[in-house]
């Protein structure tokens, strides 16, 4: 089984460097996928209340052998719900749809800033937090300014920040300002463009002198910044390929040529943080 490295957040709180995106994972394969991925060494499983599959995720942890306590179950709160009392159902009725004792890591999905309701989905989660409904409290896709505000009016700062990172959008300011504050980045979509971004010659040329596949070489990348890569994964081969990833070490001037590959344009989609409105 790989030993993967972990990271440590500003409270303690620790993730390792590797875990199983599961959107499009969902019914009796999504659950028995995460089963087998599970058993192949995975201990961070990322869901959401919008991947309509929290079901399937917790059924896939009850159905494992490994101890409940080894595994940590993300998901995450939906824009919709971000008004206070909607947030307290929704953080709830997570845990009642995965069917666990408390979701491990509740982040809010997006800040919807138009909306500008996230401090109350926030305050929301640290009350969850208190009551023993979920254990630690993040959030996904917050710019520095929307970090500073919930911190700022609640005094707690979020133990993760879930954002877009690849070889395209390698972000290096962010995660800059997440290690300065002992926050954990999770990477959504590491392997971004899959197809075109696997093709490019430097991810060929590490690949090939690590012995590896281009798949893990991302993924590799991704470790040696300390970034938290969550690849979806259904097939035990594809898990176990993933996984595997996390013990190769790339050097600084393999990292580098890989951030170089980034784009002013490089998000996947329009998705900045400032202006994206998740439902």
């Known amino acids: 089984m790989t030993a993967l490295p972990t990271f440590t957040a500003h409270n303690g709180f ?12 969902d019914g009796d394969a999504g659950a028995d996928a995460v089963t087998t991925a599970i058993g192949a060494g995975y201990r961070l499983l990322d869901s959401a209340f919008n ?16 101890d409940r306590s080894d595994i940590i179950v993300t998901t995450k709160l939906p824009g919709r719900h971000h008004a206070r009392a909607k947030a307290v159902a929704s953080i709830e009725e997570s845990r009642s749809r995965l069917g666990l004792d408390a979701t491990d890591l509740h982040l809010i999905h997006w800040p919807n800033p138009s909306q500008d309701e996230y401090v ?18 993040g959030v996904s896709n917050f710019l ?20 877009e990172v690849h070889p395209y959008f390698p972000q290096t300011e962010q995660l800059a300002y997440h290690r300065e504050h002992g926050i954990l980045t999770e990477a959504w979509s ?20 690590h012995g590896i596949t281009p798949a893990q070489t991302v993924l590799a990348w991704h470790v040696a910044r300390e970034t938290v890569a969550i690849p979806k994964a259904s097939s035990a081969e594809h898990q176990q390929s993933n996984l595997a990833a996390g013990e ?3 050097d600084a001037a393999e990292v580098e ?20 409105e998740e439902s």
């Open 51 to 66: 991947y309509e599959n929290e079901g399937s995720v917790g059924r896939g942890v009850r159905q494992s052998d490994v």
């Open 120 to 137: 109350q989905a926030w305050e929301a989660l640290v009350d969850a937090q208190q009551r023993g409904v979920v254990r630690q409290i």
């Open 190 to 209: 590491p392997l971004g463009r899959a197809k075109e971004l696997l093709d490019e010659s430097v991810i060929a040329e590490v690949a090939a002198a």
């Open 257 to 276: 040529a890989i951030t170089a590959l980034g784009r002013a344009d490089g998000r996947l989609f329009d998705a900045d943080p400032r202006t994206h």
């Open 144 to 163: 520095p300014e929307h970090l500073e505000r919930i911190e700022r009016e609640t005094g707690v700062r979020p133990v993760v920040n879930q954002i």
């Open 248 to 250: 190769v070490v790339l």
């Open 14 to 25: 620790t993730l390792p460097a590797l875990g199983l995106g599961t959107y499009a994972l």
